[in-house]
């Protein structure tokens, strides 16, 4: 609760935290809105494909054309990587193989990395954190974005010694957004393509958003972060409110919406016949907690806590995130307390790419998002057990052999590149924590 403070300390002495920023898209340019009312954050540098177009983004969200000037765009991550002033890097191009490359290179350059890039996260994340704690780095999950505002909420509420019944986050969600594609995404968010390209808006990205993929992966995230569990078959997207949290999420009770104690979820919108939940939690976050005794519990009641039928059950949530508006709270937990807003520590739940239709043989994944595979949060158990393809390397890999819609899609099905360094780094990975 002192980030500001510590801040400010540093302003006094002319020692700004300076910032690397690979990738200036949505997160990234939220990010790049709050840096000239932060004084003491500077981004000395911005990689990203296309520079001109990131110099574009700054000027979008309000940069003065002094600042854009005093600042180094380029197009090349290695270069932003080696520079001695950058203090923490952050990765927000949402390329799992991109963003594993560019974490191990910060490491090694001795820079903090926060990783807006979950899908990296989920890949081989509990492997990079511990070569970045090795190295006397920080790996950090990005403050603002979902999975570690989740890991906040456990965190208070195992600092205050309750016991974390679930947690999670809200989505809009049906059974049929499983098999969405590019060429169907809008219809479901209620937009025309026309809309949506006028917007700027990426198919194959907000698909990933609503066919299961971008849940499966936040959760996965969560859950190797805390060491809270995965259902043993998957998200069950229970259409809950937030006023029905305590009672509905909770196992052992007659809802049966929550499979065991100790377990991520998320909660949907919609009711399955399209109907909107009263009291949605669509965009936020919540934590379920069992009050540890029963004068614990009196006290819920004396304080006016909302609790189920039995009093000891209750839930805290958080009805908004405000993804790269937030980020700085990151950046300077890592520079200024040498502190993670939430970082793996073990390899607990996976996401395996699942088959939206029949898959035939010769055919090519096309990835997070696309028309093939959606990704399935599983315990990593199981996902070691079937030999399941991690979501993250299921983009241009040929197909091998059938696969039936519904099925996980396993290594046996598709030809891998084993040079790869993405590839190699998650069979270590998976080595160093199964």
Not at 156 to 172: D, H, L
Not at 252 to 275: C, I, P, W
Not at 323 to 350: C, H, K, Q
């Amino acid at each position: 609760m002192n980030l500001y403070r510590l801040l400010q300390h540093r302003v006094a002495a002319g020692k700004p935290v300076r910032v690397g920023l690979i990738g200036a898209g949505k997160f990234g340019s939220m990010f790049l809105a709050q840096v000239p009312s932060t004084p003491g954050i500077e981004v000395a540098v911005i990689a990203d494909l296309a520079p001109d177009r990131a110099k574009r983004a700054c000027r979008h969200v309000g940069w003065d054309s002094a600042r854009i000037e005093a600042t180094r765009f380029t197009d090349d991550a290695a270069e932003l990587l080696a520079m001695p002033e950058v203090e923490v890097v952050v990765e927000a191009t949402g390329h799992a193989p991109a963003g594993i490359a560019h974490a191990r290179g910060a490491i090694a350059n001795g820079k903090h990395i926060v990783m807006v890039n979950v899908e990296a996260d989920v890949l081989a994340g509990p492997l990079l954190a511990r070569e970045a704690a090795r190295a006397g780095v920080v790996y950090s999950l990005a403050y603002g974005d979902q999975p570690a505002l989740i890991c906040e909420l456990v965190d208070w509420a195992r600092a205050c010694g309750f016991v974390v019944i679930a947690a999670g986050k809200g989505t809009k969600y049906l059974p049929e957004y499983h098999a969405s594609t590019p060429a169907t995404v809008w219809g479901y968010y209620g937009l025309t393509p026309e809309q949506a390209r006028l917007g700027g808006m990426n198919p194959q990205m907000f698909n990933s958003f609503l066919d299961g993929t971008k849940s499966g992966i936040e959760m996965a995230a969560v859950a190797n972060a805390t060491g809270l569990s995965a259902p043993p078959d998957g998200l069950g997207f229970p259409a809950v409110g937030t006023h029905e949290f305590a009672e509905a999420l909770r196992p052992g009770n007659a809802t049966g919406l929550l499979h065991h104690a100790g377990q991520v979820e998320v909660v949907s919108s919609l009711h399955r016949d399209g109907r909107n939940v009263v009291n949605d939690l669509r965009w936020g976050v919540y934590v379920v907690f069992e009050a540890p005794s029963e004068y614990a519990a009196r006290c819920f009641k004396e304080y006016g806590v909302v609790t189920d039928a039995s009093g000891r059950f209750s839930a805290l949530y958080r009805p908004f995130h405000l993804i790269g508006l937030e980020l700085n709270v990151s950046i300077l937990s890592a520079a200024l307390r040498n502190e993670a807003t939430g970082a793996p520590d073990g390899f607990r739940a996976d996401v395996v790419a699942t088959a939206k239709r029949d898959l035939k043989a010769g055919e090519t994944l096309d990835g997070e998002g696309g028309a093939c595979v959606w990704g399935k949060l599983l315990p990593a158990r199981t996902s070691l057990a079937i030999g399941g393809l991690p979501i993250g390397l299921a983009n241009r890999v040929p197909v091998i052999r059938d696969v039936a819609a519904g099925q996980c899609v396993t290594w046996d099905d598709i030809g891998v590149d084993t040079s790869d360094a993405a590839y190699r780094c998650r069979r270590e990975m998976e080595k160093a924590f199964a």
